[in-house]
């Protein structure tokens, strides 16, 4: 088992770090009940994915009843957190989170203004954390705060990928002046970047996907440091955590689908206010589906609290709110308001054509009923058609199944038609563009860019990595899409108006656009740009 073949190395790196907390060596008491709050940059961002951070907190302190929620958000910084419109304050949602304690991971972004922006990210830290620890976000209380260092780049010995020799230059000097800010604050303070700059010498795996961000391997690592760093060392029972982890992260699906809701601009923002003519409202009838999401995500709890006793559970989602029904004011021909759809043969009847052209039916969903609101396709090198299916058009509802797939459609015995369809991906999320690349596909499933990879030939995708984050989800009819390879390599995709998009590399400050943008991503070297 993975989670056994590393712990040595691990705890020898954790006996290193518990030393560099603020000069204590249990900086940080939790109570029964207490909410915990992550905020910060992609570091924050990724970790809700694997979910290790939680089951380690969670296996520590299995009667605690701790409530964690991860309010991570791509490219943040201190002073810049840019957000489609309405979307809600950071002490916003710390207030709605009811917050007893913030872990703060910062720093990153923030050292690329090198040795001359120094003093100005202590003052802005400084100002942070005195502004958080002012508040009252559980209604009682000024929340506990834990400042946390950005990790050390790592050197993945890529040809391709810068070695991290200059950013850990200033990462390094970044780490020092936070924590001089948390000590002067008699703030908690979590020094990743020299623990991971030790566990990348300790274990023989990369633990990063391109030198700055986590892989599952490096969050299992920095959840274990940061444990050990604030509670002392421990060692904690692999199936306990691997159980907790499972309810983990379907909590954080939940949550995931909740805070970073697809469509807001349409739920909260400048749509949400539209009546059609019965008189509804997006913002009424988004938002109740948000509330049941919310409901569904706090009946999770319970199941991760009793997974780190031990203790089965489950999860009864039958106390939801109920929808509100839903009139189309696009009604269609039909006796109750129907749409009538043609078959593809009628549709193609009815059809007006260049005289030399004719129309041929490939593929209808009346062959293969998975081919439900089809959004791109393309022909790979084998002349195979794959085609994103866009089932939950125009985003998720709650309590459905989320199953968009990219599918394969094939012809194989050369009369035009498909004759078979496989799924390559499901559980997707609108996937509003696709490419192919080096033997895999990047999908966009906003707010980020999977790249699939069937690595074992029977093409169905086993492996899926998260490479780009921070792409606004505004309003789905305009998130990433249109994608294509240029002749030099880059991959090239648009997003449309109301987006608000942020993006972390390991080359520079954030890559911000607001209102529509055309971007340029490099695979190889996983650099980003606005295009135009």
Not at 38 to 66: C, K, S, Y
Not at 143 to 149: D, E, G, N, T
Not at 409 to 422: F, Q
Not at 436 to 441: K, Q
Request: glycine share 8%.
């Amino acid at each position: 088992m993975l989670l056994r073949s590393f712990t040595v190395s691990v705890f020898l790196v954790c006996l290193f770090i518990v030393q560099t907390v603020s000069g204590q060596t249990n900086p940080l008491s939790l109570e029964k009940g207490d909410h915990i709050c992550i905020i910060g940059n992609t570091l924050a961002d990724r970790m809700q994915h694997d979910g290790w951070m939680e089951a380690n907190l969670q296996v520590r302190f299995p009667n605690h009843e701790l409530v964690i929620r991860n309010l991570g958000f791509s490219a943040d910084t201190l002073n810049v957190r840019l957000r489609s419109k309405d979307f809600g304050s950071p002490d916003q949602h710390l207030t709605n989170n009811k917050a007893d304690v913030v872990f703060m991971m910062f720093g990153y972004n923030e050292s690329f203004a090198g040795a001359e922006g120094l003093e100005q990210f202590k003052t802005d830290l400084a100002k942070q954390i005195k502004h958080i620890g002012s508040q009252k976000y559980n209604g009682e209380s000024a929340p506990k705060i834990v400042v946390f260092s950005p990790i050390a780049h790592e050197n993945l010995n890529s040809r391709d990928l810068p070695d991290g020799t200059e950013n850990n230059r200033r990462l390094e000097m970044y780490t020092a002046a936070m924590k001089e800010v948390a000590a002067a604050l008699g703030t908690a303070f979590v020094d990743l970047f020299k623990s991971t700059k030790a566990a990348y010498d300790a274990i023989e795996k990369p633990l990063t996907i391109n030198g700055v961000h986590l892989n599952s391997l490096g969050n299992s690592v920095v959840a274990r440091i940061t444990c050990d760093a604030l509670f002392g060392s421990e060692e904690v029972d692999a199936d306990l955590l691997i159980g907790t982890r499972k309810a983990v992260t379907d909590k954080n699906f939940y949550w995931y689908n909740l805070y970073r809701t697809t469509d807001g601009y349409s739920i909260f923002g400048g749509r949400a206010d539209l009546k059609f003519f019965n008189g509804q409202t997006n913002r009424v009838v988004m938002k109740r589906e948000l509330d049941v999401i919310q409901t569904m995500t706090d009946n999770r709890d319970p199941a991760i609290w009793a997974a780190a006793q031990g203790q089965p559970h489950t999860v009864d989602d039958s106390n939801t709110p109920d929808f509100i029904p839903v009139i189309s004011n696009k009604p269609g021909k039909g006796p109750n308001g129907e749409h009538i759809f043609l078959s593809g043969e009628e549709a193609a009847e009815q059809m007006k054509l260049l005289d030399g052209f004719q129309v041929n039916l490939f593929a209808s969903e009346e062959q293969f009923p998975e081919l439900v609101n089809p959004v791109q396709m393309a022909f790979d090198t084998q002349g195979r058609m794959f085609v994103a299916a866009w089932e939950s058009y125009p985003h998720w509802k709650p309590k459905d199944e989320m199953n968009d797939k990219l599918l394969i459609l094939e012809d194989t015995d050369g009369d035009g038609k498909a004759d078979s369809c496989k799924t390559f991906a499901d559980g997707l999320h609108n996937p509003t563009g696709f490419e192919f690349w080096g033997g895999g596909v990047f999908v966009a499933m906003a707010p980020n860019i999977l790249f699939l990879e069937d690595t074992d030939g029977d093409d169905v995708a086993d492996k899926r990595t998260i490479v780009l984050h921070g792409l606004d989800t505004a309003d789905t009819h305009h998130t990433a899409n249109s994608f294509t390879l240029g002749p030099g390599g880059g991959l090239y995709f648009q997003e449309g108006t109301f987006h608000h998009t942020q993006v972390e590399t390991p080359y520079g400050p954030p890559v911000r656009s607001a209102n529509g943008a055309v971007y340029r991503y490099e695979p190889r070297t996983q650099e980003f740009m606005v295009y135009t």
